[in-house]
């Protein structure tokens, strides 16, 4: 008779041992799955503000370019320009801290940061080829941001 009773005890304890085992299980999985989808966001988030600040930067740069053909005064826009490139610094920054282990994508916006930069010092003869290369450094950067932002 009292043998019934345990074993329905046990078996009750054993239940809800398991079930708790496996609401526990469910709830790390969301939060981890949570998370991956945050950081995938941020990620992203921050690799478009870089490509953006980039764009934005090569227009300054372009600009500038364009007075000095015309015979007008490299400084005119400077200040703009500063600013320009203290956007792709911080937009850097900021994809550095957020994806320190995402090397491909890291590598694509290092090389986008520079062939930007080099437009500034682009002579006439050197302008097509930096330009050509900033497009492309743009386009790489964008195509690890996708392959980093990928969901598994």
């Known amino acids: ?3 019934d009773v345990i074993i329905g005890a046990a078996t009750t304890l054993a239940g809800a041992g398991v079930t708790g085992l496996i609401q526990y299980a ?3 999985r969301t939060a981890r799955a949570e ?3 945050r950081h995938r966001r941020e990620v992203g988030e ?3 503000e870089l490509a953006g600040a980039l764009v934005d930067h090569r227009r300054h740069q372009y600009l500038k370019l364009q007075t000095v053909r015309e015979g007008g005064d490299p400084p005119a826009g400077r200040q703009e320009r500063w600013e320009a490139r203290s956007a ?3 937009s850097m920054a900021r994809l550095e801290v957020v994806a320190p282990h995402e090397q491909h994508l890291l590598r694509a916006a290092r090389e986008g940061v520079a062939t930007c930069l080099a437009l500034g010092d ?3 003869e050197t302008l097509d080829d930096v330009r050509q290369a900033t497009l492309r450094a743009h386009d ?4 690890a941001a996708a392959r980093a ?3 598994p």
């Open 140 to 143: 790489q950067l964008l195509a």
């Open 88 to 90: 792709v610094t911080r």
């Open 149 to 151: 932002t990928r969901r």
């Open 46 to 48: 921050a690799a478009v």
């Open 122 to 124: 682009a002579t006439d």
């Open 26 to 28: 469910t709830t790390v």
């Open 35 to 37: 998370r991956a989808e």
């Open 1 to 3: 008779m009292y043998t």
